[in-house]
Structure formats: C-alpha cells, structure tokens
C-alpha cells in the first residue's frame, strides 16, 4: 500500500470559481497537458480496451483446465500455464475485467462517501463539525489492513460486494479531510453569499454551486482512492480474503502463492498479475499527482533558460 | 497547553472506539462466527474455556450488555486477551509477546530509515528545482510508491534470494539455530531481515519523499525564506533552519498517521518472507479463525500507531511555538 | 555615466517571467538612480511591476522571473553578474531589504532575537555578548522594549513587527534599504508613526532608500524624489515637490485626481478609465495609450522617450519639444 500522508496542509486544488460547465471543460484541458496524467491516462485507457475486448484478446477460455501444468512461456501459452492447467496469459486479460471494476467501483463508493461526510461537516459546523471531524480521524488511524482483515473475517462471506465494501469502509476518511477543508474555504465566498441573499436552500448550494467548484478536487479524490483500492484488493486476496474462485489479478496472486510458483520455478505467474496490479495503481497515482501539479503550479518541473 | 489535551482527548477516543468495536463486531455479525468457532471446538476444549470464549464474545451471556462491557474492558486493561485457538492453548498474550520484538525491530527500523532518508531527500531535492531531477523524481516515486508492498517483496526474493543466492529465502534467523545473544546471531537477523526491511523502505520512502517535496516548495516560496536570503546567510542554514525547520511541521502527524499504511503493508511482507512477526501471525489467526487473537493484534497495532501520532503531537508542540500560545 | 554620488544605478533592466505562453516583460528597461541617503519612492498600481523591479534589484528573484536584460550598479559593482556567493559579502551589510508583511517575513519557529543573530553571524563574527548588547540597541533605535528580543513574531502587534523588521535591517547601518510597502499592512496611525521613525533613522544614520507603495500621498509627505510607474515602466520621474505641485504625464495626473486632499477647495474625484493592460499583450506604441485622454495618433504607434521638463523626465510625447 502506498504510503499516503494526510495533513492539514496537504495542497489543494485551488478552487478556481468557475461556471458549470466551464469547470469540466478547463480540467480536462489542463490534464491532457500534463505528462503525468496523459501517461497515466494511457495506461488506464489501455486496459479498459483490454477489458473490453478480453474475449478477442484472449487466446484460450481462463477457466479451461485443457492444458499441461506449469509450462513455461512458449509461443501456444504467452505467459505459461497454472498449477492446474489454465493459460496465465488468457487469465490476466479476463482478470482485468474485474480488477478494473473493484478499483473503480470501490474508488467511487469510497469518494462518494468522503463528499458526503466532508462537506456536511463544514456545512453543519458547530457540534456535527466537531463529531464528523473526530470521526474521520479515527477511521484515518485505524491501521486499514488489519480492520479489513477482521471485518472480512467476520462477515465469512468472500464475495465481491464484501470486498468493496470493506475497503469502502477503510478508503474514504483520506478525501473526506481534505474535501471539508475546501468545503469550508468556499463556504465563506462572495458568490455564496450572493445564492443565500438570492434565498435559495442551503441544499441547492450545496449541490449546484458548491460541488461544481470542487469538482477538480473529487476528481483527484477519487483517483487517489482508485488507487488504494487497487492495492487494498490485491492485498486482501493475496491473503486468500477474496474469493478465490473468482478470476481477477489479486486471486491469480494467491494461487501462484499457494502453488509455490516462485519456488518451483515458474515465477512468471507472480510476475504478470503483480506488474499489472502495478501499472494500474502507478496510472492512477500519476494522475492524481498530476491533480497536485495543476492546482499549485509550483510543483511542476521548473524550466530555466540558461 | 490545550493543544495538547486535545490531542490526549482525540488518542482517548479513538483506543476506545477501537476496544468497542472490537466488543461490537463480534456480536452484530451475521452468522455469529463466533459460535462457529465455538462448534467447532467443542469437545476439544475444557468447559472453563468455552465459558471463556463465550463471555468474551457475548454467546449465551450471563448479565447484561453493559456487564459484558465492563468485564471485557477489565480484561482489556488487566492483559487478559483470551486463549488463542491457533497456538492452543496459549493465551494471546504469550503469543503476541513472541512476535511483537520481531515486528517492532522489523517495521520500526524500515520505518525509522525510510522516514529519514525520505524527508531529508524530499528537502533537498526542493532544494534544487530545474534539471533532470526535478523532472524525474517525481513521476519515479509515484510509481514505486504504487507498487503493492508484497509484490515488490516477492521481486525482491526472486532477484536476490533465489536467482542471486546472496540472501536467505524468508524467516528471522537460521532455523538450524536457537534464539541467543550472540554476535553471529545477531548477524543473522540482519542478513535475514534485509530483504524484508528493504522492501518496507523502497515502497514506503516515496510517499515521505513526495510529501516532503511538496511541503517544501511552498515553503521556500514564503517571504522569510526570501528574508533569510537576502540577509545572506548561508544556504545550508537557510534550507534547514528557515526551510525545513517550517516545511516539516504539517507534516509530523500526517506522518504519524500514516503509520497505519506502513504497518499493513509491513504485515504483507511479513508474510511473502515467512517472518515470524505479527502480521505472520494475523495470517496465521486469520486462516483459523482465531478472532481472539485478531482482535487482540489490531488493538495492539493500534495503539502502536496512536502512540506514534501522539508522539509526533508532542514533537510538533515542541518545534512550534504557536501551537504552545494559541492551544 | 555613474553620477559621483550615486549609490544605486539601474540601467535598462528588463524582468522576464517565463510562463507556459513565452517571456512576460513584467519590467521594461526601467533606468533610475539613487543617490546618497536619498529617500526615493516609486508608486504605482498593484500588477505594474513596481515590487519585481524591487526584488530584481535585491537580487532575490526566484524562477520563474529572472533578470533578462540591463545592469544594476550597486557602489559601483555590476551586482546583476555576481554570483550568489559574491553577493553574499554585499547582502545586509551594505543593502538591506524590508518586506511588506513582517507576519510573512519572519520566521515563525524563531525568535526575533535568534533571527536578529543570524544576521549578525552571516557575516562577522561577535561574541554573545556583543550580538546581545548590539540587538538590545536596534531595538531600541526602533522604540521597541529589548526584552521582545525573545518573542515570536506571532507575539507581537502589526507595528513591532514592522519596527523590528526596520530594526534587523539597520544591523550593519548599510547604505542602502529597499522597501517594498512596509506600511500597507498597517492601521494609518501606525502607518504615520512608522513613516516618521524611518525617516527619522534616516536623517541619523544617512542611508538611502527605495520605497516601493501604492499609497500616493503617504509617500509624498516623506520622499525626496519620486518615480511613477506604469505596466512595468517609469514614466514620470522627478523631485517629489515638482511631481506633486505639477504632474506631468497624463497617468500621474490621473493617480494625483484619484486622491482627494482634506484641505483645499472641492474637487471632483475621477478615476483613470480603463484597466491596467496585459503584460503578455502589452499595446503598441505608448503603453498607457488606451486610456490617455490626450492621446494623439503617434502615440498609438510610436514608444516615447523621456523628455526633460522643469526637472522632471517625462515619458510622453506631449513634452516633445522637438516635434
């Protein structure tokens, strides 16, 4: 798991006000003149391809024991084969498919309740403020795999929805800190002021002129929650917390693991699900630091004429 | 002042909500593991001990919540954790105390090393900006720092354990040997905790490094900065006193707190290279089930970390002096 | 030419910023000279380039502005060539700068005194006690009870921190003290009462100084010359008595109209229409063209030079005599 360290000064993507639309608009100009993000983008973009296109991609069904255990790569098998007989190669295109969706879907619960919780507290203020604030920060200090460990346990039920749910649950109190430090700068903006004279409800500010003017630092929320969502999940299934009988990058681990394939020889298996559990959880993280670049220009690489 | 005691309060609060979900968790969860475990041990365990092991997990409770509560809060604080079902019939207690030196030398070392050398490299190469570093550095860390922490264990012990032979396959020490005070014992943890170390280092310094980084650039660009140039001192007390000095503040909580990441990837590690830690024995309690044990060890590790952002509260009360005034 | 008591001599500097879109001029070969214990203010609107031109000549620009063109004569030394090294000898003891907002400009995690002794020991060496004695002085040359000498900055009100910033810059009596809108953080009655200690020190210790503000009519109680500047050039600049009694270039005209004076007849306030121009884009001709309302057609594409007028140099073609 990437080392992520929160403090009350973690830069923010200045909030720049900006019309609805225009908000959008601006953030994907300013990423695709990034090299980081564009570098990340590419890698995420080229494996949603392969996620798609999987079955054309793949050469055999992932599931099929047809073939001859732990071979080495040769040109029939890329990657070679598992201890019981299924094409790696095939198995890392079709795993792809459900890595990509418990990176995302968990990235996306995860940032979904970072807002939620965030801009209500600066929102409520007062006492809500104050519990709101405590709250995330216990969550922040609770080791995540170990809490992950004993609620998976516990729930003995290794599914998918299981798995986001649990790493929901220890992903989403990084955003939530930083969101209500935004929430709260904006909160005392003159535009603010201007939609609480005009009388509309605090519910509609929140949403429709609020939000809009955040959407720079979600965005960087959710990548950065993206990201450890797709260690976490590699994490807990290496450990055998996924299910094992589903195909997926982090489950591909766990067999290799348990079938010893570093030891007897066949090192491939360990290798390509984890470079490719790399490159994801690397794009992401590029992407979410080109977010940090953009909204404090002094990070970028600095061009001197000599 | 004050400062300080809203940071005792906010440690207070969390080691309780911590012990309470450990008493709650097994208590709401559907399909009552615990009585599962207790089936299973039946017969193979004396009567004492499944009273035991029920009063601990609220299973056919004597007295009401609340006086479970208390008894298991009592228990808590007296060290009394419980039977392990794993090293039967140790109690947890015992167990943890014989994989915590491993752990603690393990983690606190990597750790200690990768957050120097992080922050002191995140100072300098703020400290000079343009060039190819500049341009570099970065984008390498993010990636590393992405990088699962088993993942890069299990290359780690491909490159040099296997292919290379120059270190050990895994454990703490030579298994042919005993524990001792010996110097070639000594030598032997080092050289089998090498590998594993490394690898906590290499994947936790890029976070310190970047943060670091971060925090740096927009504090040189601070007017004292500007002022302790043009007062001529010298560049290596302007990077440190002025710079760093203000620049590594935020960031000691933060770097507190995220001990938690350090320790979970620590776990895995632990676990790709056999060490005989902790997290080699949260492996081991998960795989039997052994909820005593578990609970026991994410309190303990919990606490680990509150103690180390507590810490680095004090540490920021000392090096700030406007947190002693404002409280 | 180096007039024989010019302390600081600036030659056509130019101020780049290098940004995504290409080299801004924040600064366009402004000239101008100081002489000995001179007291010269340069005013002008926020954007105009008036505190860049400042820190260029302070030698403390940080990327992305760097010195693009010009010289900088400090005492006779081409300081704009020197390494920071050899710079280092010159800094604080011979100039000494002063920031606008001592909260900003010192250091928090320090002491004043500490911060006073570094000074001190960058660039001689004094025993404790000296340092201690020396301190305890400046502190009280600027009206400030030595015993803050252990404060924190964030212990002490808005004007001890500005006075103790005047102090720390006085620590080697140098020759020249760059300010860069010392006063624009403070209530006007500590804005007066700072001004008067400055110049006070001033008339004590013969030092000259650069005053770079915004404030028009504070400077002109106090400056011996004056200098206006405007979209990163000088385009008035003369002794502050003649500016202020007859403003010349149509801009001073209208930054003099902007400030209603207490005593006097009534007159009407007006503004100067318009906005300040873009650097990136700045028009042609004369910068100042578009919102002139003595604009005439060479204006809009010719530059003016500087033309003499009762003392003053003038950039603007109505005081082309030649023509």
Known sequence: MAVRVV????????????????????????????????????VFGFF??????????????????AFNQMLQPSRAHLLGTTGIGQDIFSQLVFGTRE????????????????????VSAAYLGGLWDHALNLFTDVFLVLPTLPLMIIVGTYLNNRGLLVLIGVITITGWSYGARQLRSQALSLRNREFLEAARVRGERSAYIIVFEVLPNMTSLIVAIFFGAAVYAVLAAAGLQFIGLGDPSSLSWGTMLYWAQANGALLAGSPVWVLAPGICIAALGAAFALINYAFDEIGNPALRPVRTKK | ?????????????????????????????????AQAMLVRYHGRVSPQTIKAIEAAFGLNPQGNIFQQYFDYLRNTFTGNFGTSVTFFPSPVGDVIKQGLPWTLGLVGMATIIAFLLGTLIGVLSAWRRGGVFDAILPPVFIVVSAFPYFWLGL?????????????????????????????????????HGFLPALTIVIT??????????????????????????????SPVRIMFMYAARNAILPNLTGFAMSLGFVISGAILVEIVFNYPGLGFTLLQAVHSEDFALMQTLFLMITLAVLLAVLAADVLTAILDPRTRDQG | MIATHAVLEVRDLCVDYLTDRGPVRAVDRVSLEVRKGEFLGIVGESGCGKSTLLYAIARLLTPPAQVASGDVWFEGSDIVSMTDSELRHLRWKRYSVVMQSAMNALNPVMSVGEQLRDAFLAHESLSRRQIASRSAELMRLVGIDPVHLGSYPHQLSGGMRQRAMIAMALAFTPELVIMDEPTSALDVVAQRSLMLKIKQLQREFGFATIFVTHDMSLVSHFSDRLAVMYAGQIVEVGETREVFADPKHPYTVGLMRSFPSITGALQPLSGIPGSPPDLAHPPAGCRFHPRCPQVMARCKTEEPAFYEREGDLVRCFLFDVGS
């Open chain 1, 7 to 42: 403090t009350d000064q973690t830069p923010l993507a200045t909030a720049v006000v900006v019309g609805r639309q225009g908000a959008a608009r601006a953030l994907a100009r300013a990423l695709v003149r990034n090299r980081k993000a564009l570098a990340g983008l590419s």
């Open chain 1, 48 to 65: 949603v391809l392969v996620a798609i296109f999987a079955p054309l991609i793949a050469p055999y069904d992932p599931t099929a024991l």
């Open chain 1, 99 to 118: 890595s990509l969706l418990i990176a995302l879907a968990a990235g996306l619960a995860a940032t979904a309740v970072s807002v939620i919780v965030g």
């Open chain 2, 1 to 33: 002042m004050s400062y300080l005691i809203r940071r005792l309060e906010f440690f207070g609060i969390t080691l309780w909500a911590t012990l309470t979900m450990n008493f709650i968790l097994p208590r709401i969860m559907p399909g009552n593991p």
């Open chain 2, 155 to 191: 290359l780690l012990l491909l490159a040099f354990a296997l292919n290379l032979g120059w270190f050990p396959l895994g454990f703490a020490y030579d298994l042919t040997d005993s524990i001792n005070l010996s110097w070639s014992f000594a030598g032997q943890v080092v050289w």
């Open chain 2, 204 to 233: 936790s310094i890029g976070g310190w490094i970047l943060t670091m980084r971060n925090t740096m650039i927009t504090t040189l660009a601070e007017d004292y900065v500007k002022m302790a140039r043009a007062k001529g001192l």
